[in-house]
């Protein structure tokens, strides 16, 4: 096994796995092509019985006393573990959208709209109603905005924390479902 550092403290570059001859520690723990335990025995007759079929032995757990080696098709194996490789995990991200007491109809609704993506791409999001001014004295105005997009959002996203005033704001935070 060839291990490659990529300098000082830096985490393991590359594992080389072993196929075929290159497995020297006989005897090895067999799984066939097709799942099924073929036991513990030496790596001549898996060699043989992985060529009998047309597949190479691949050794998967070489920490493991007896190494473990499965039958397959190496270059099928390398090509899954170099796409998985290259998946990336979504992080989940806050997302904001801001609105005023006084927001028209169609502003709200293409705001809903970006908030519908967010949450379909598994994004948090924050409602925030913005008060200015003498708006500060119709909370209820806003408080009804809130209400209009919760709702409308209900379908994919649930609420992870209820509307609150927090200075001259009124937030809310939606979840993904």
């Given at each position: ?78 090509y899954e573990k170099k796409q998985k490789s290259h998946q ?90």
């Amino acid at each position: 096994m060839s291990i490659s550092f990529a300098g000082k403290g830096k985490a393991i570059d590359q594992i080389k796995t072993r196929i075929n001859e290159q497995i020297r520690i006989s005897p090895v723990r067999v799984i066939a092509e097709d799942g099924a335990q073929l036991g513990i025995i030496s790596v001549d007759e898996a060699l043989r019985r992985a060529r009998d079929v047309g597949l190479d032995l691949v050794e998967v757990a070489p920490n493991e006393r007896p190494p473990v080696c499965r039958v397959m098709d190496f270059g099928k194996y390398k090509y899954e573990k170099k796409q998985k490789s290259h998946q990336t995990t979504h992080h989940t991200k806050l997302k904001e959208i801001r609105l005023r007491p006084k927001t028209g109809e169609h502003d709200l609704d293409f705001k809903v709209k970006q908030a519908r993506g967010f949450l379909l791409h598994k994004d948090k999001v924050q409602v925030s109603v913005v008060f200015r001014g003498r708006e500060l004295a119709h909370i209820e105005e806003g408080r009804k905005v809130m209400d209009k997009v919760v709702a409308d959002l209900a379908d994919v996203g649930k609420l992870e924390f209820p509307p609150s005033h927090q200075a001259k704001r009124l937030i809310c935070t939606l979840l993904p479902k």
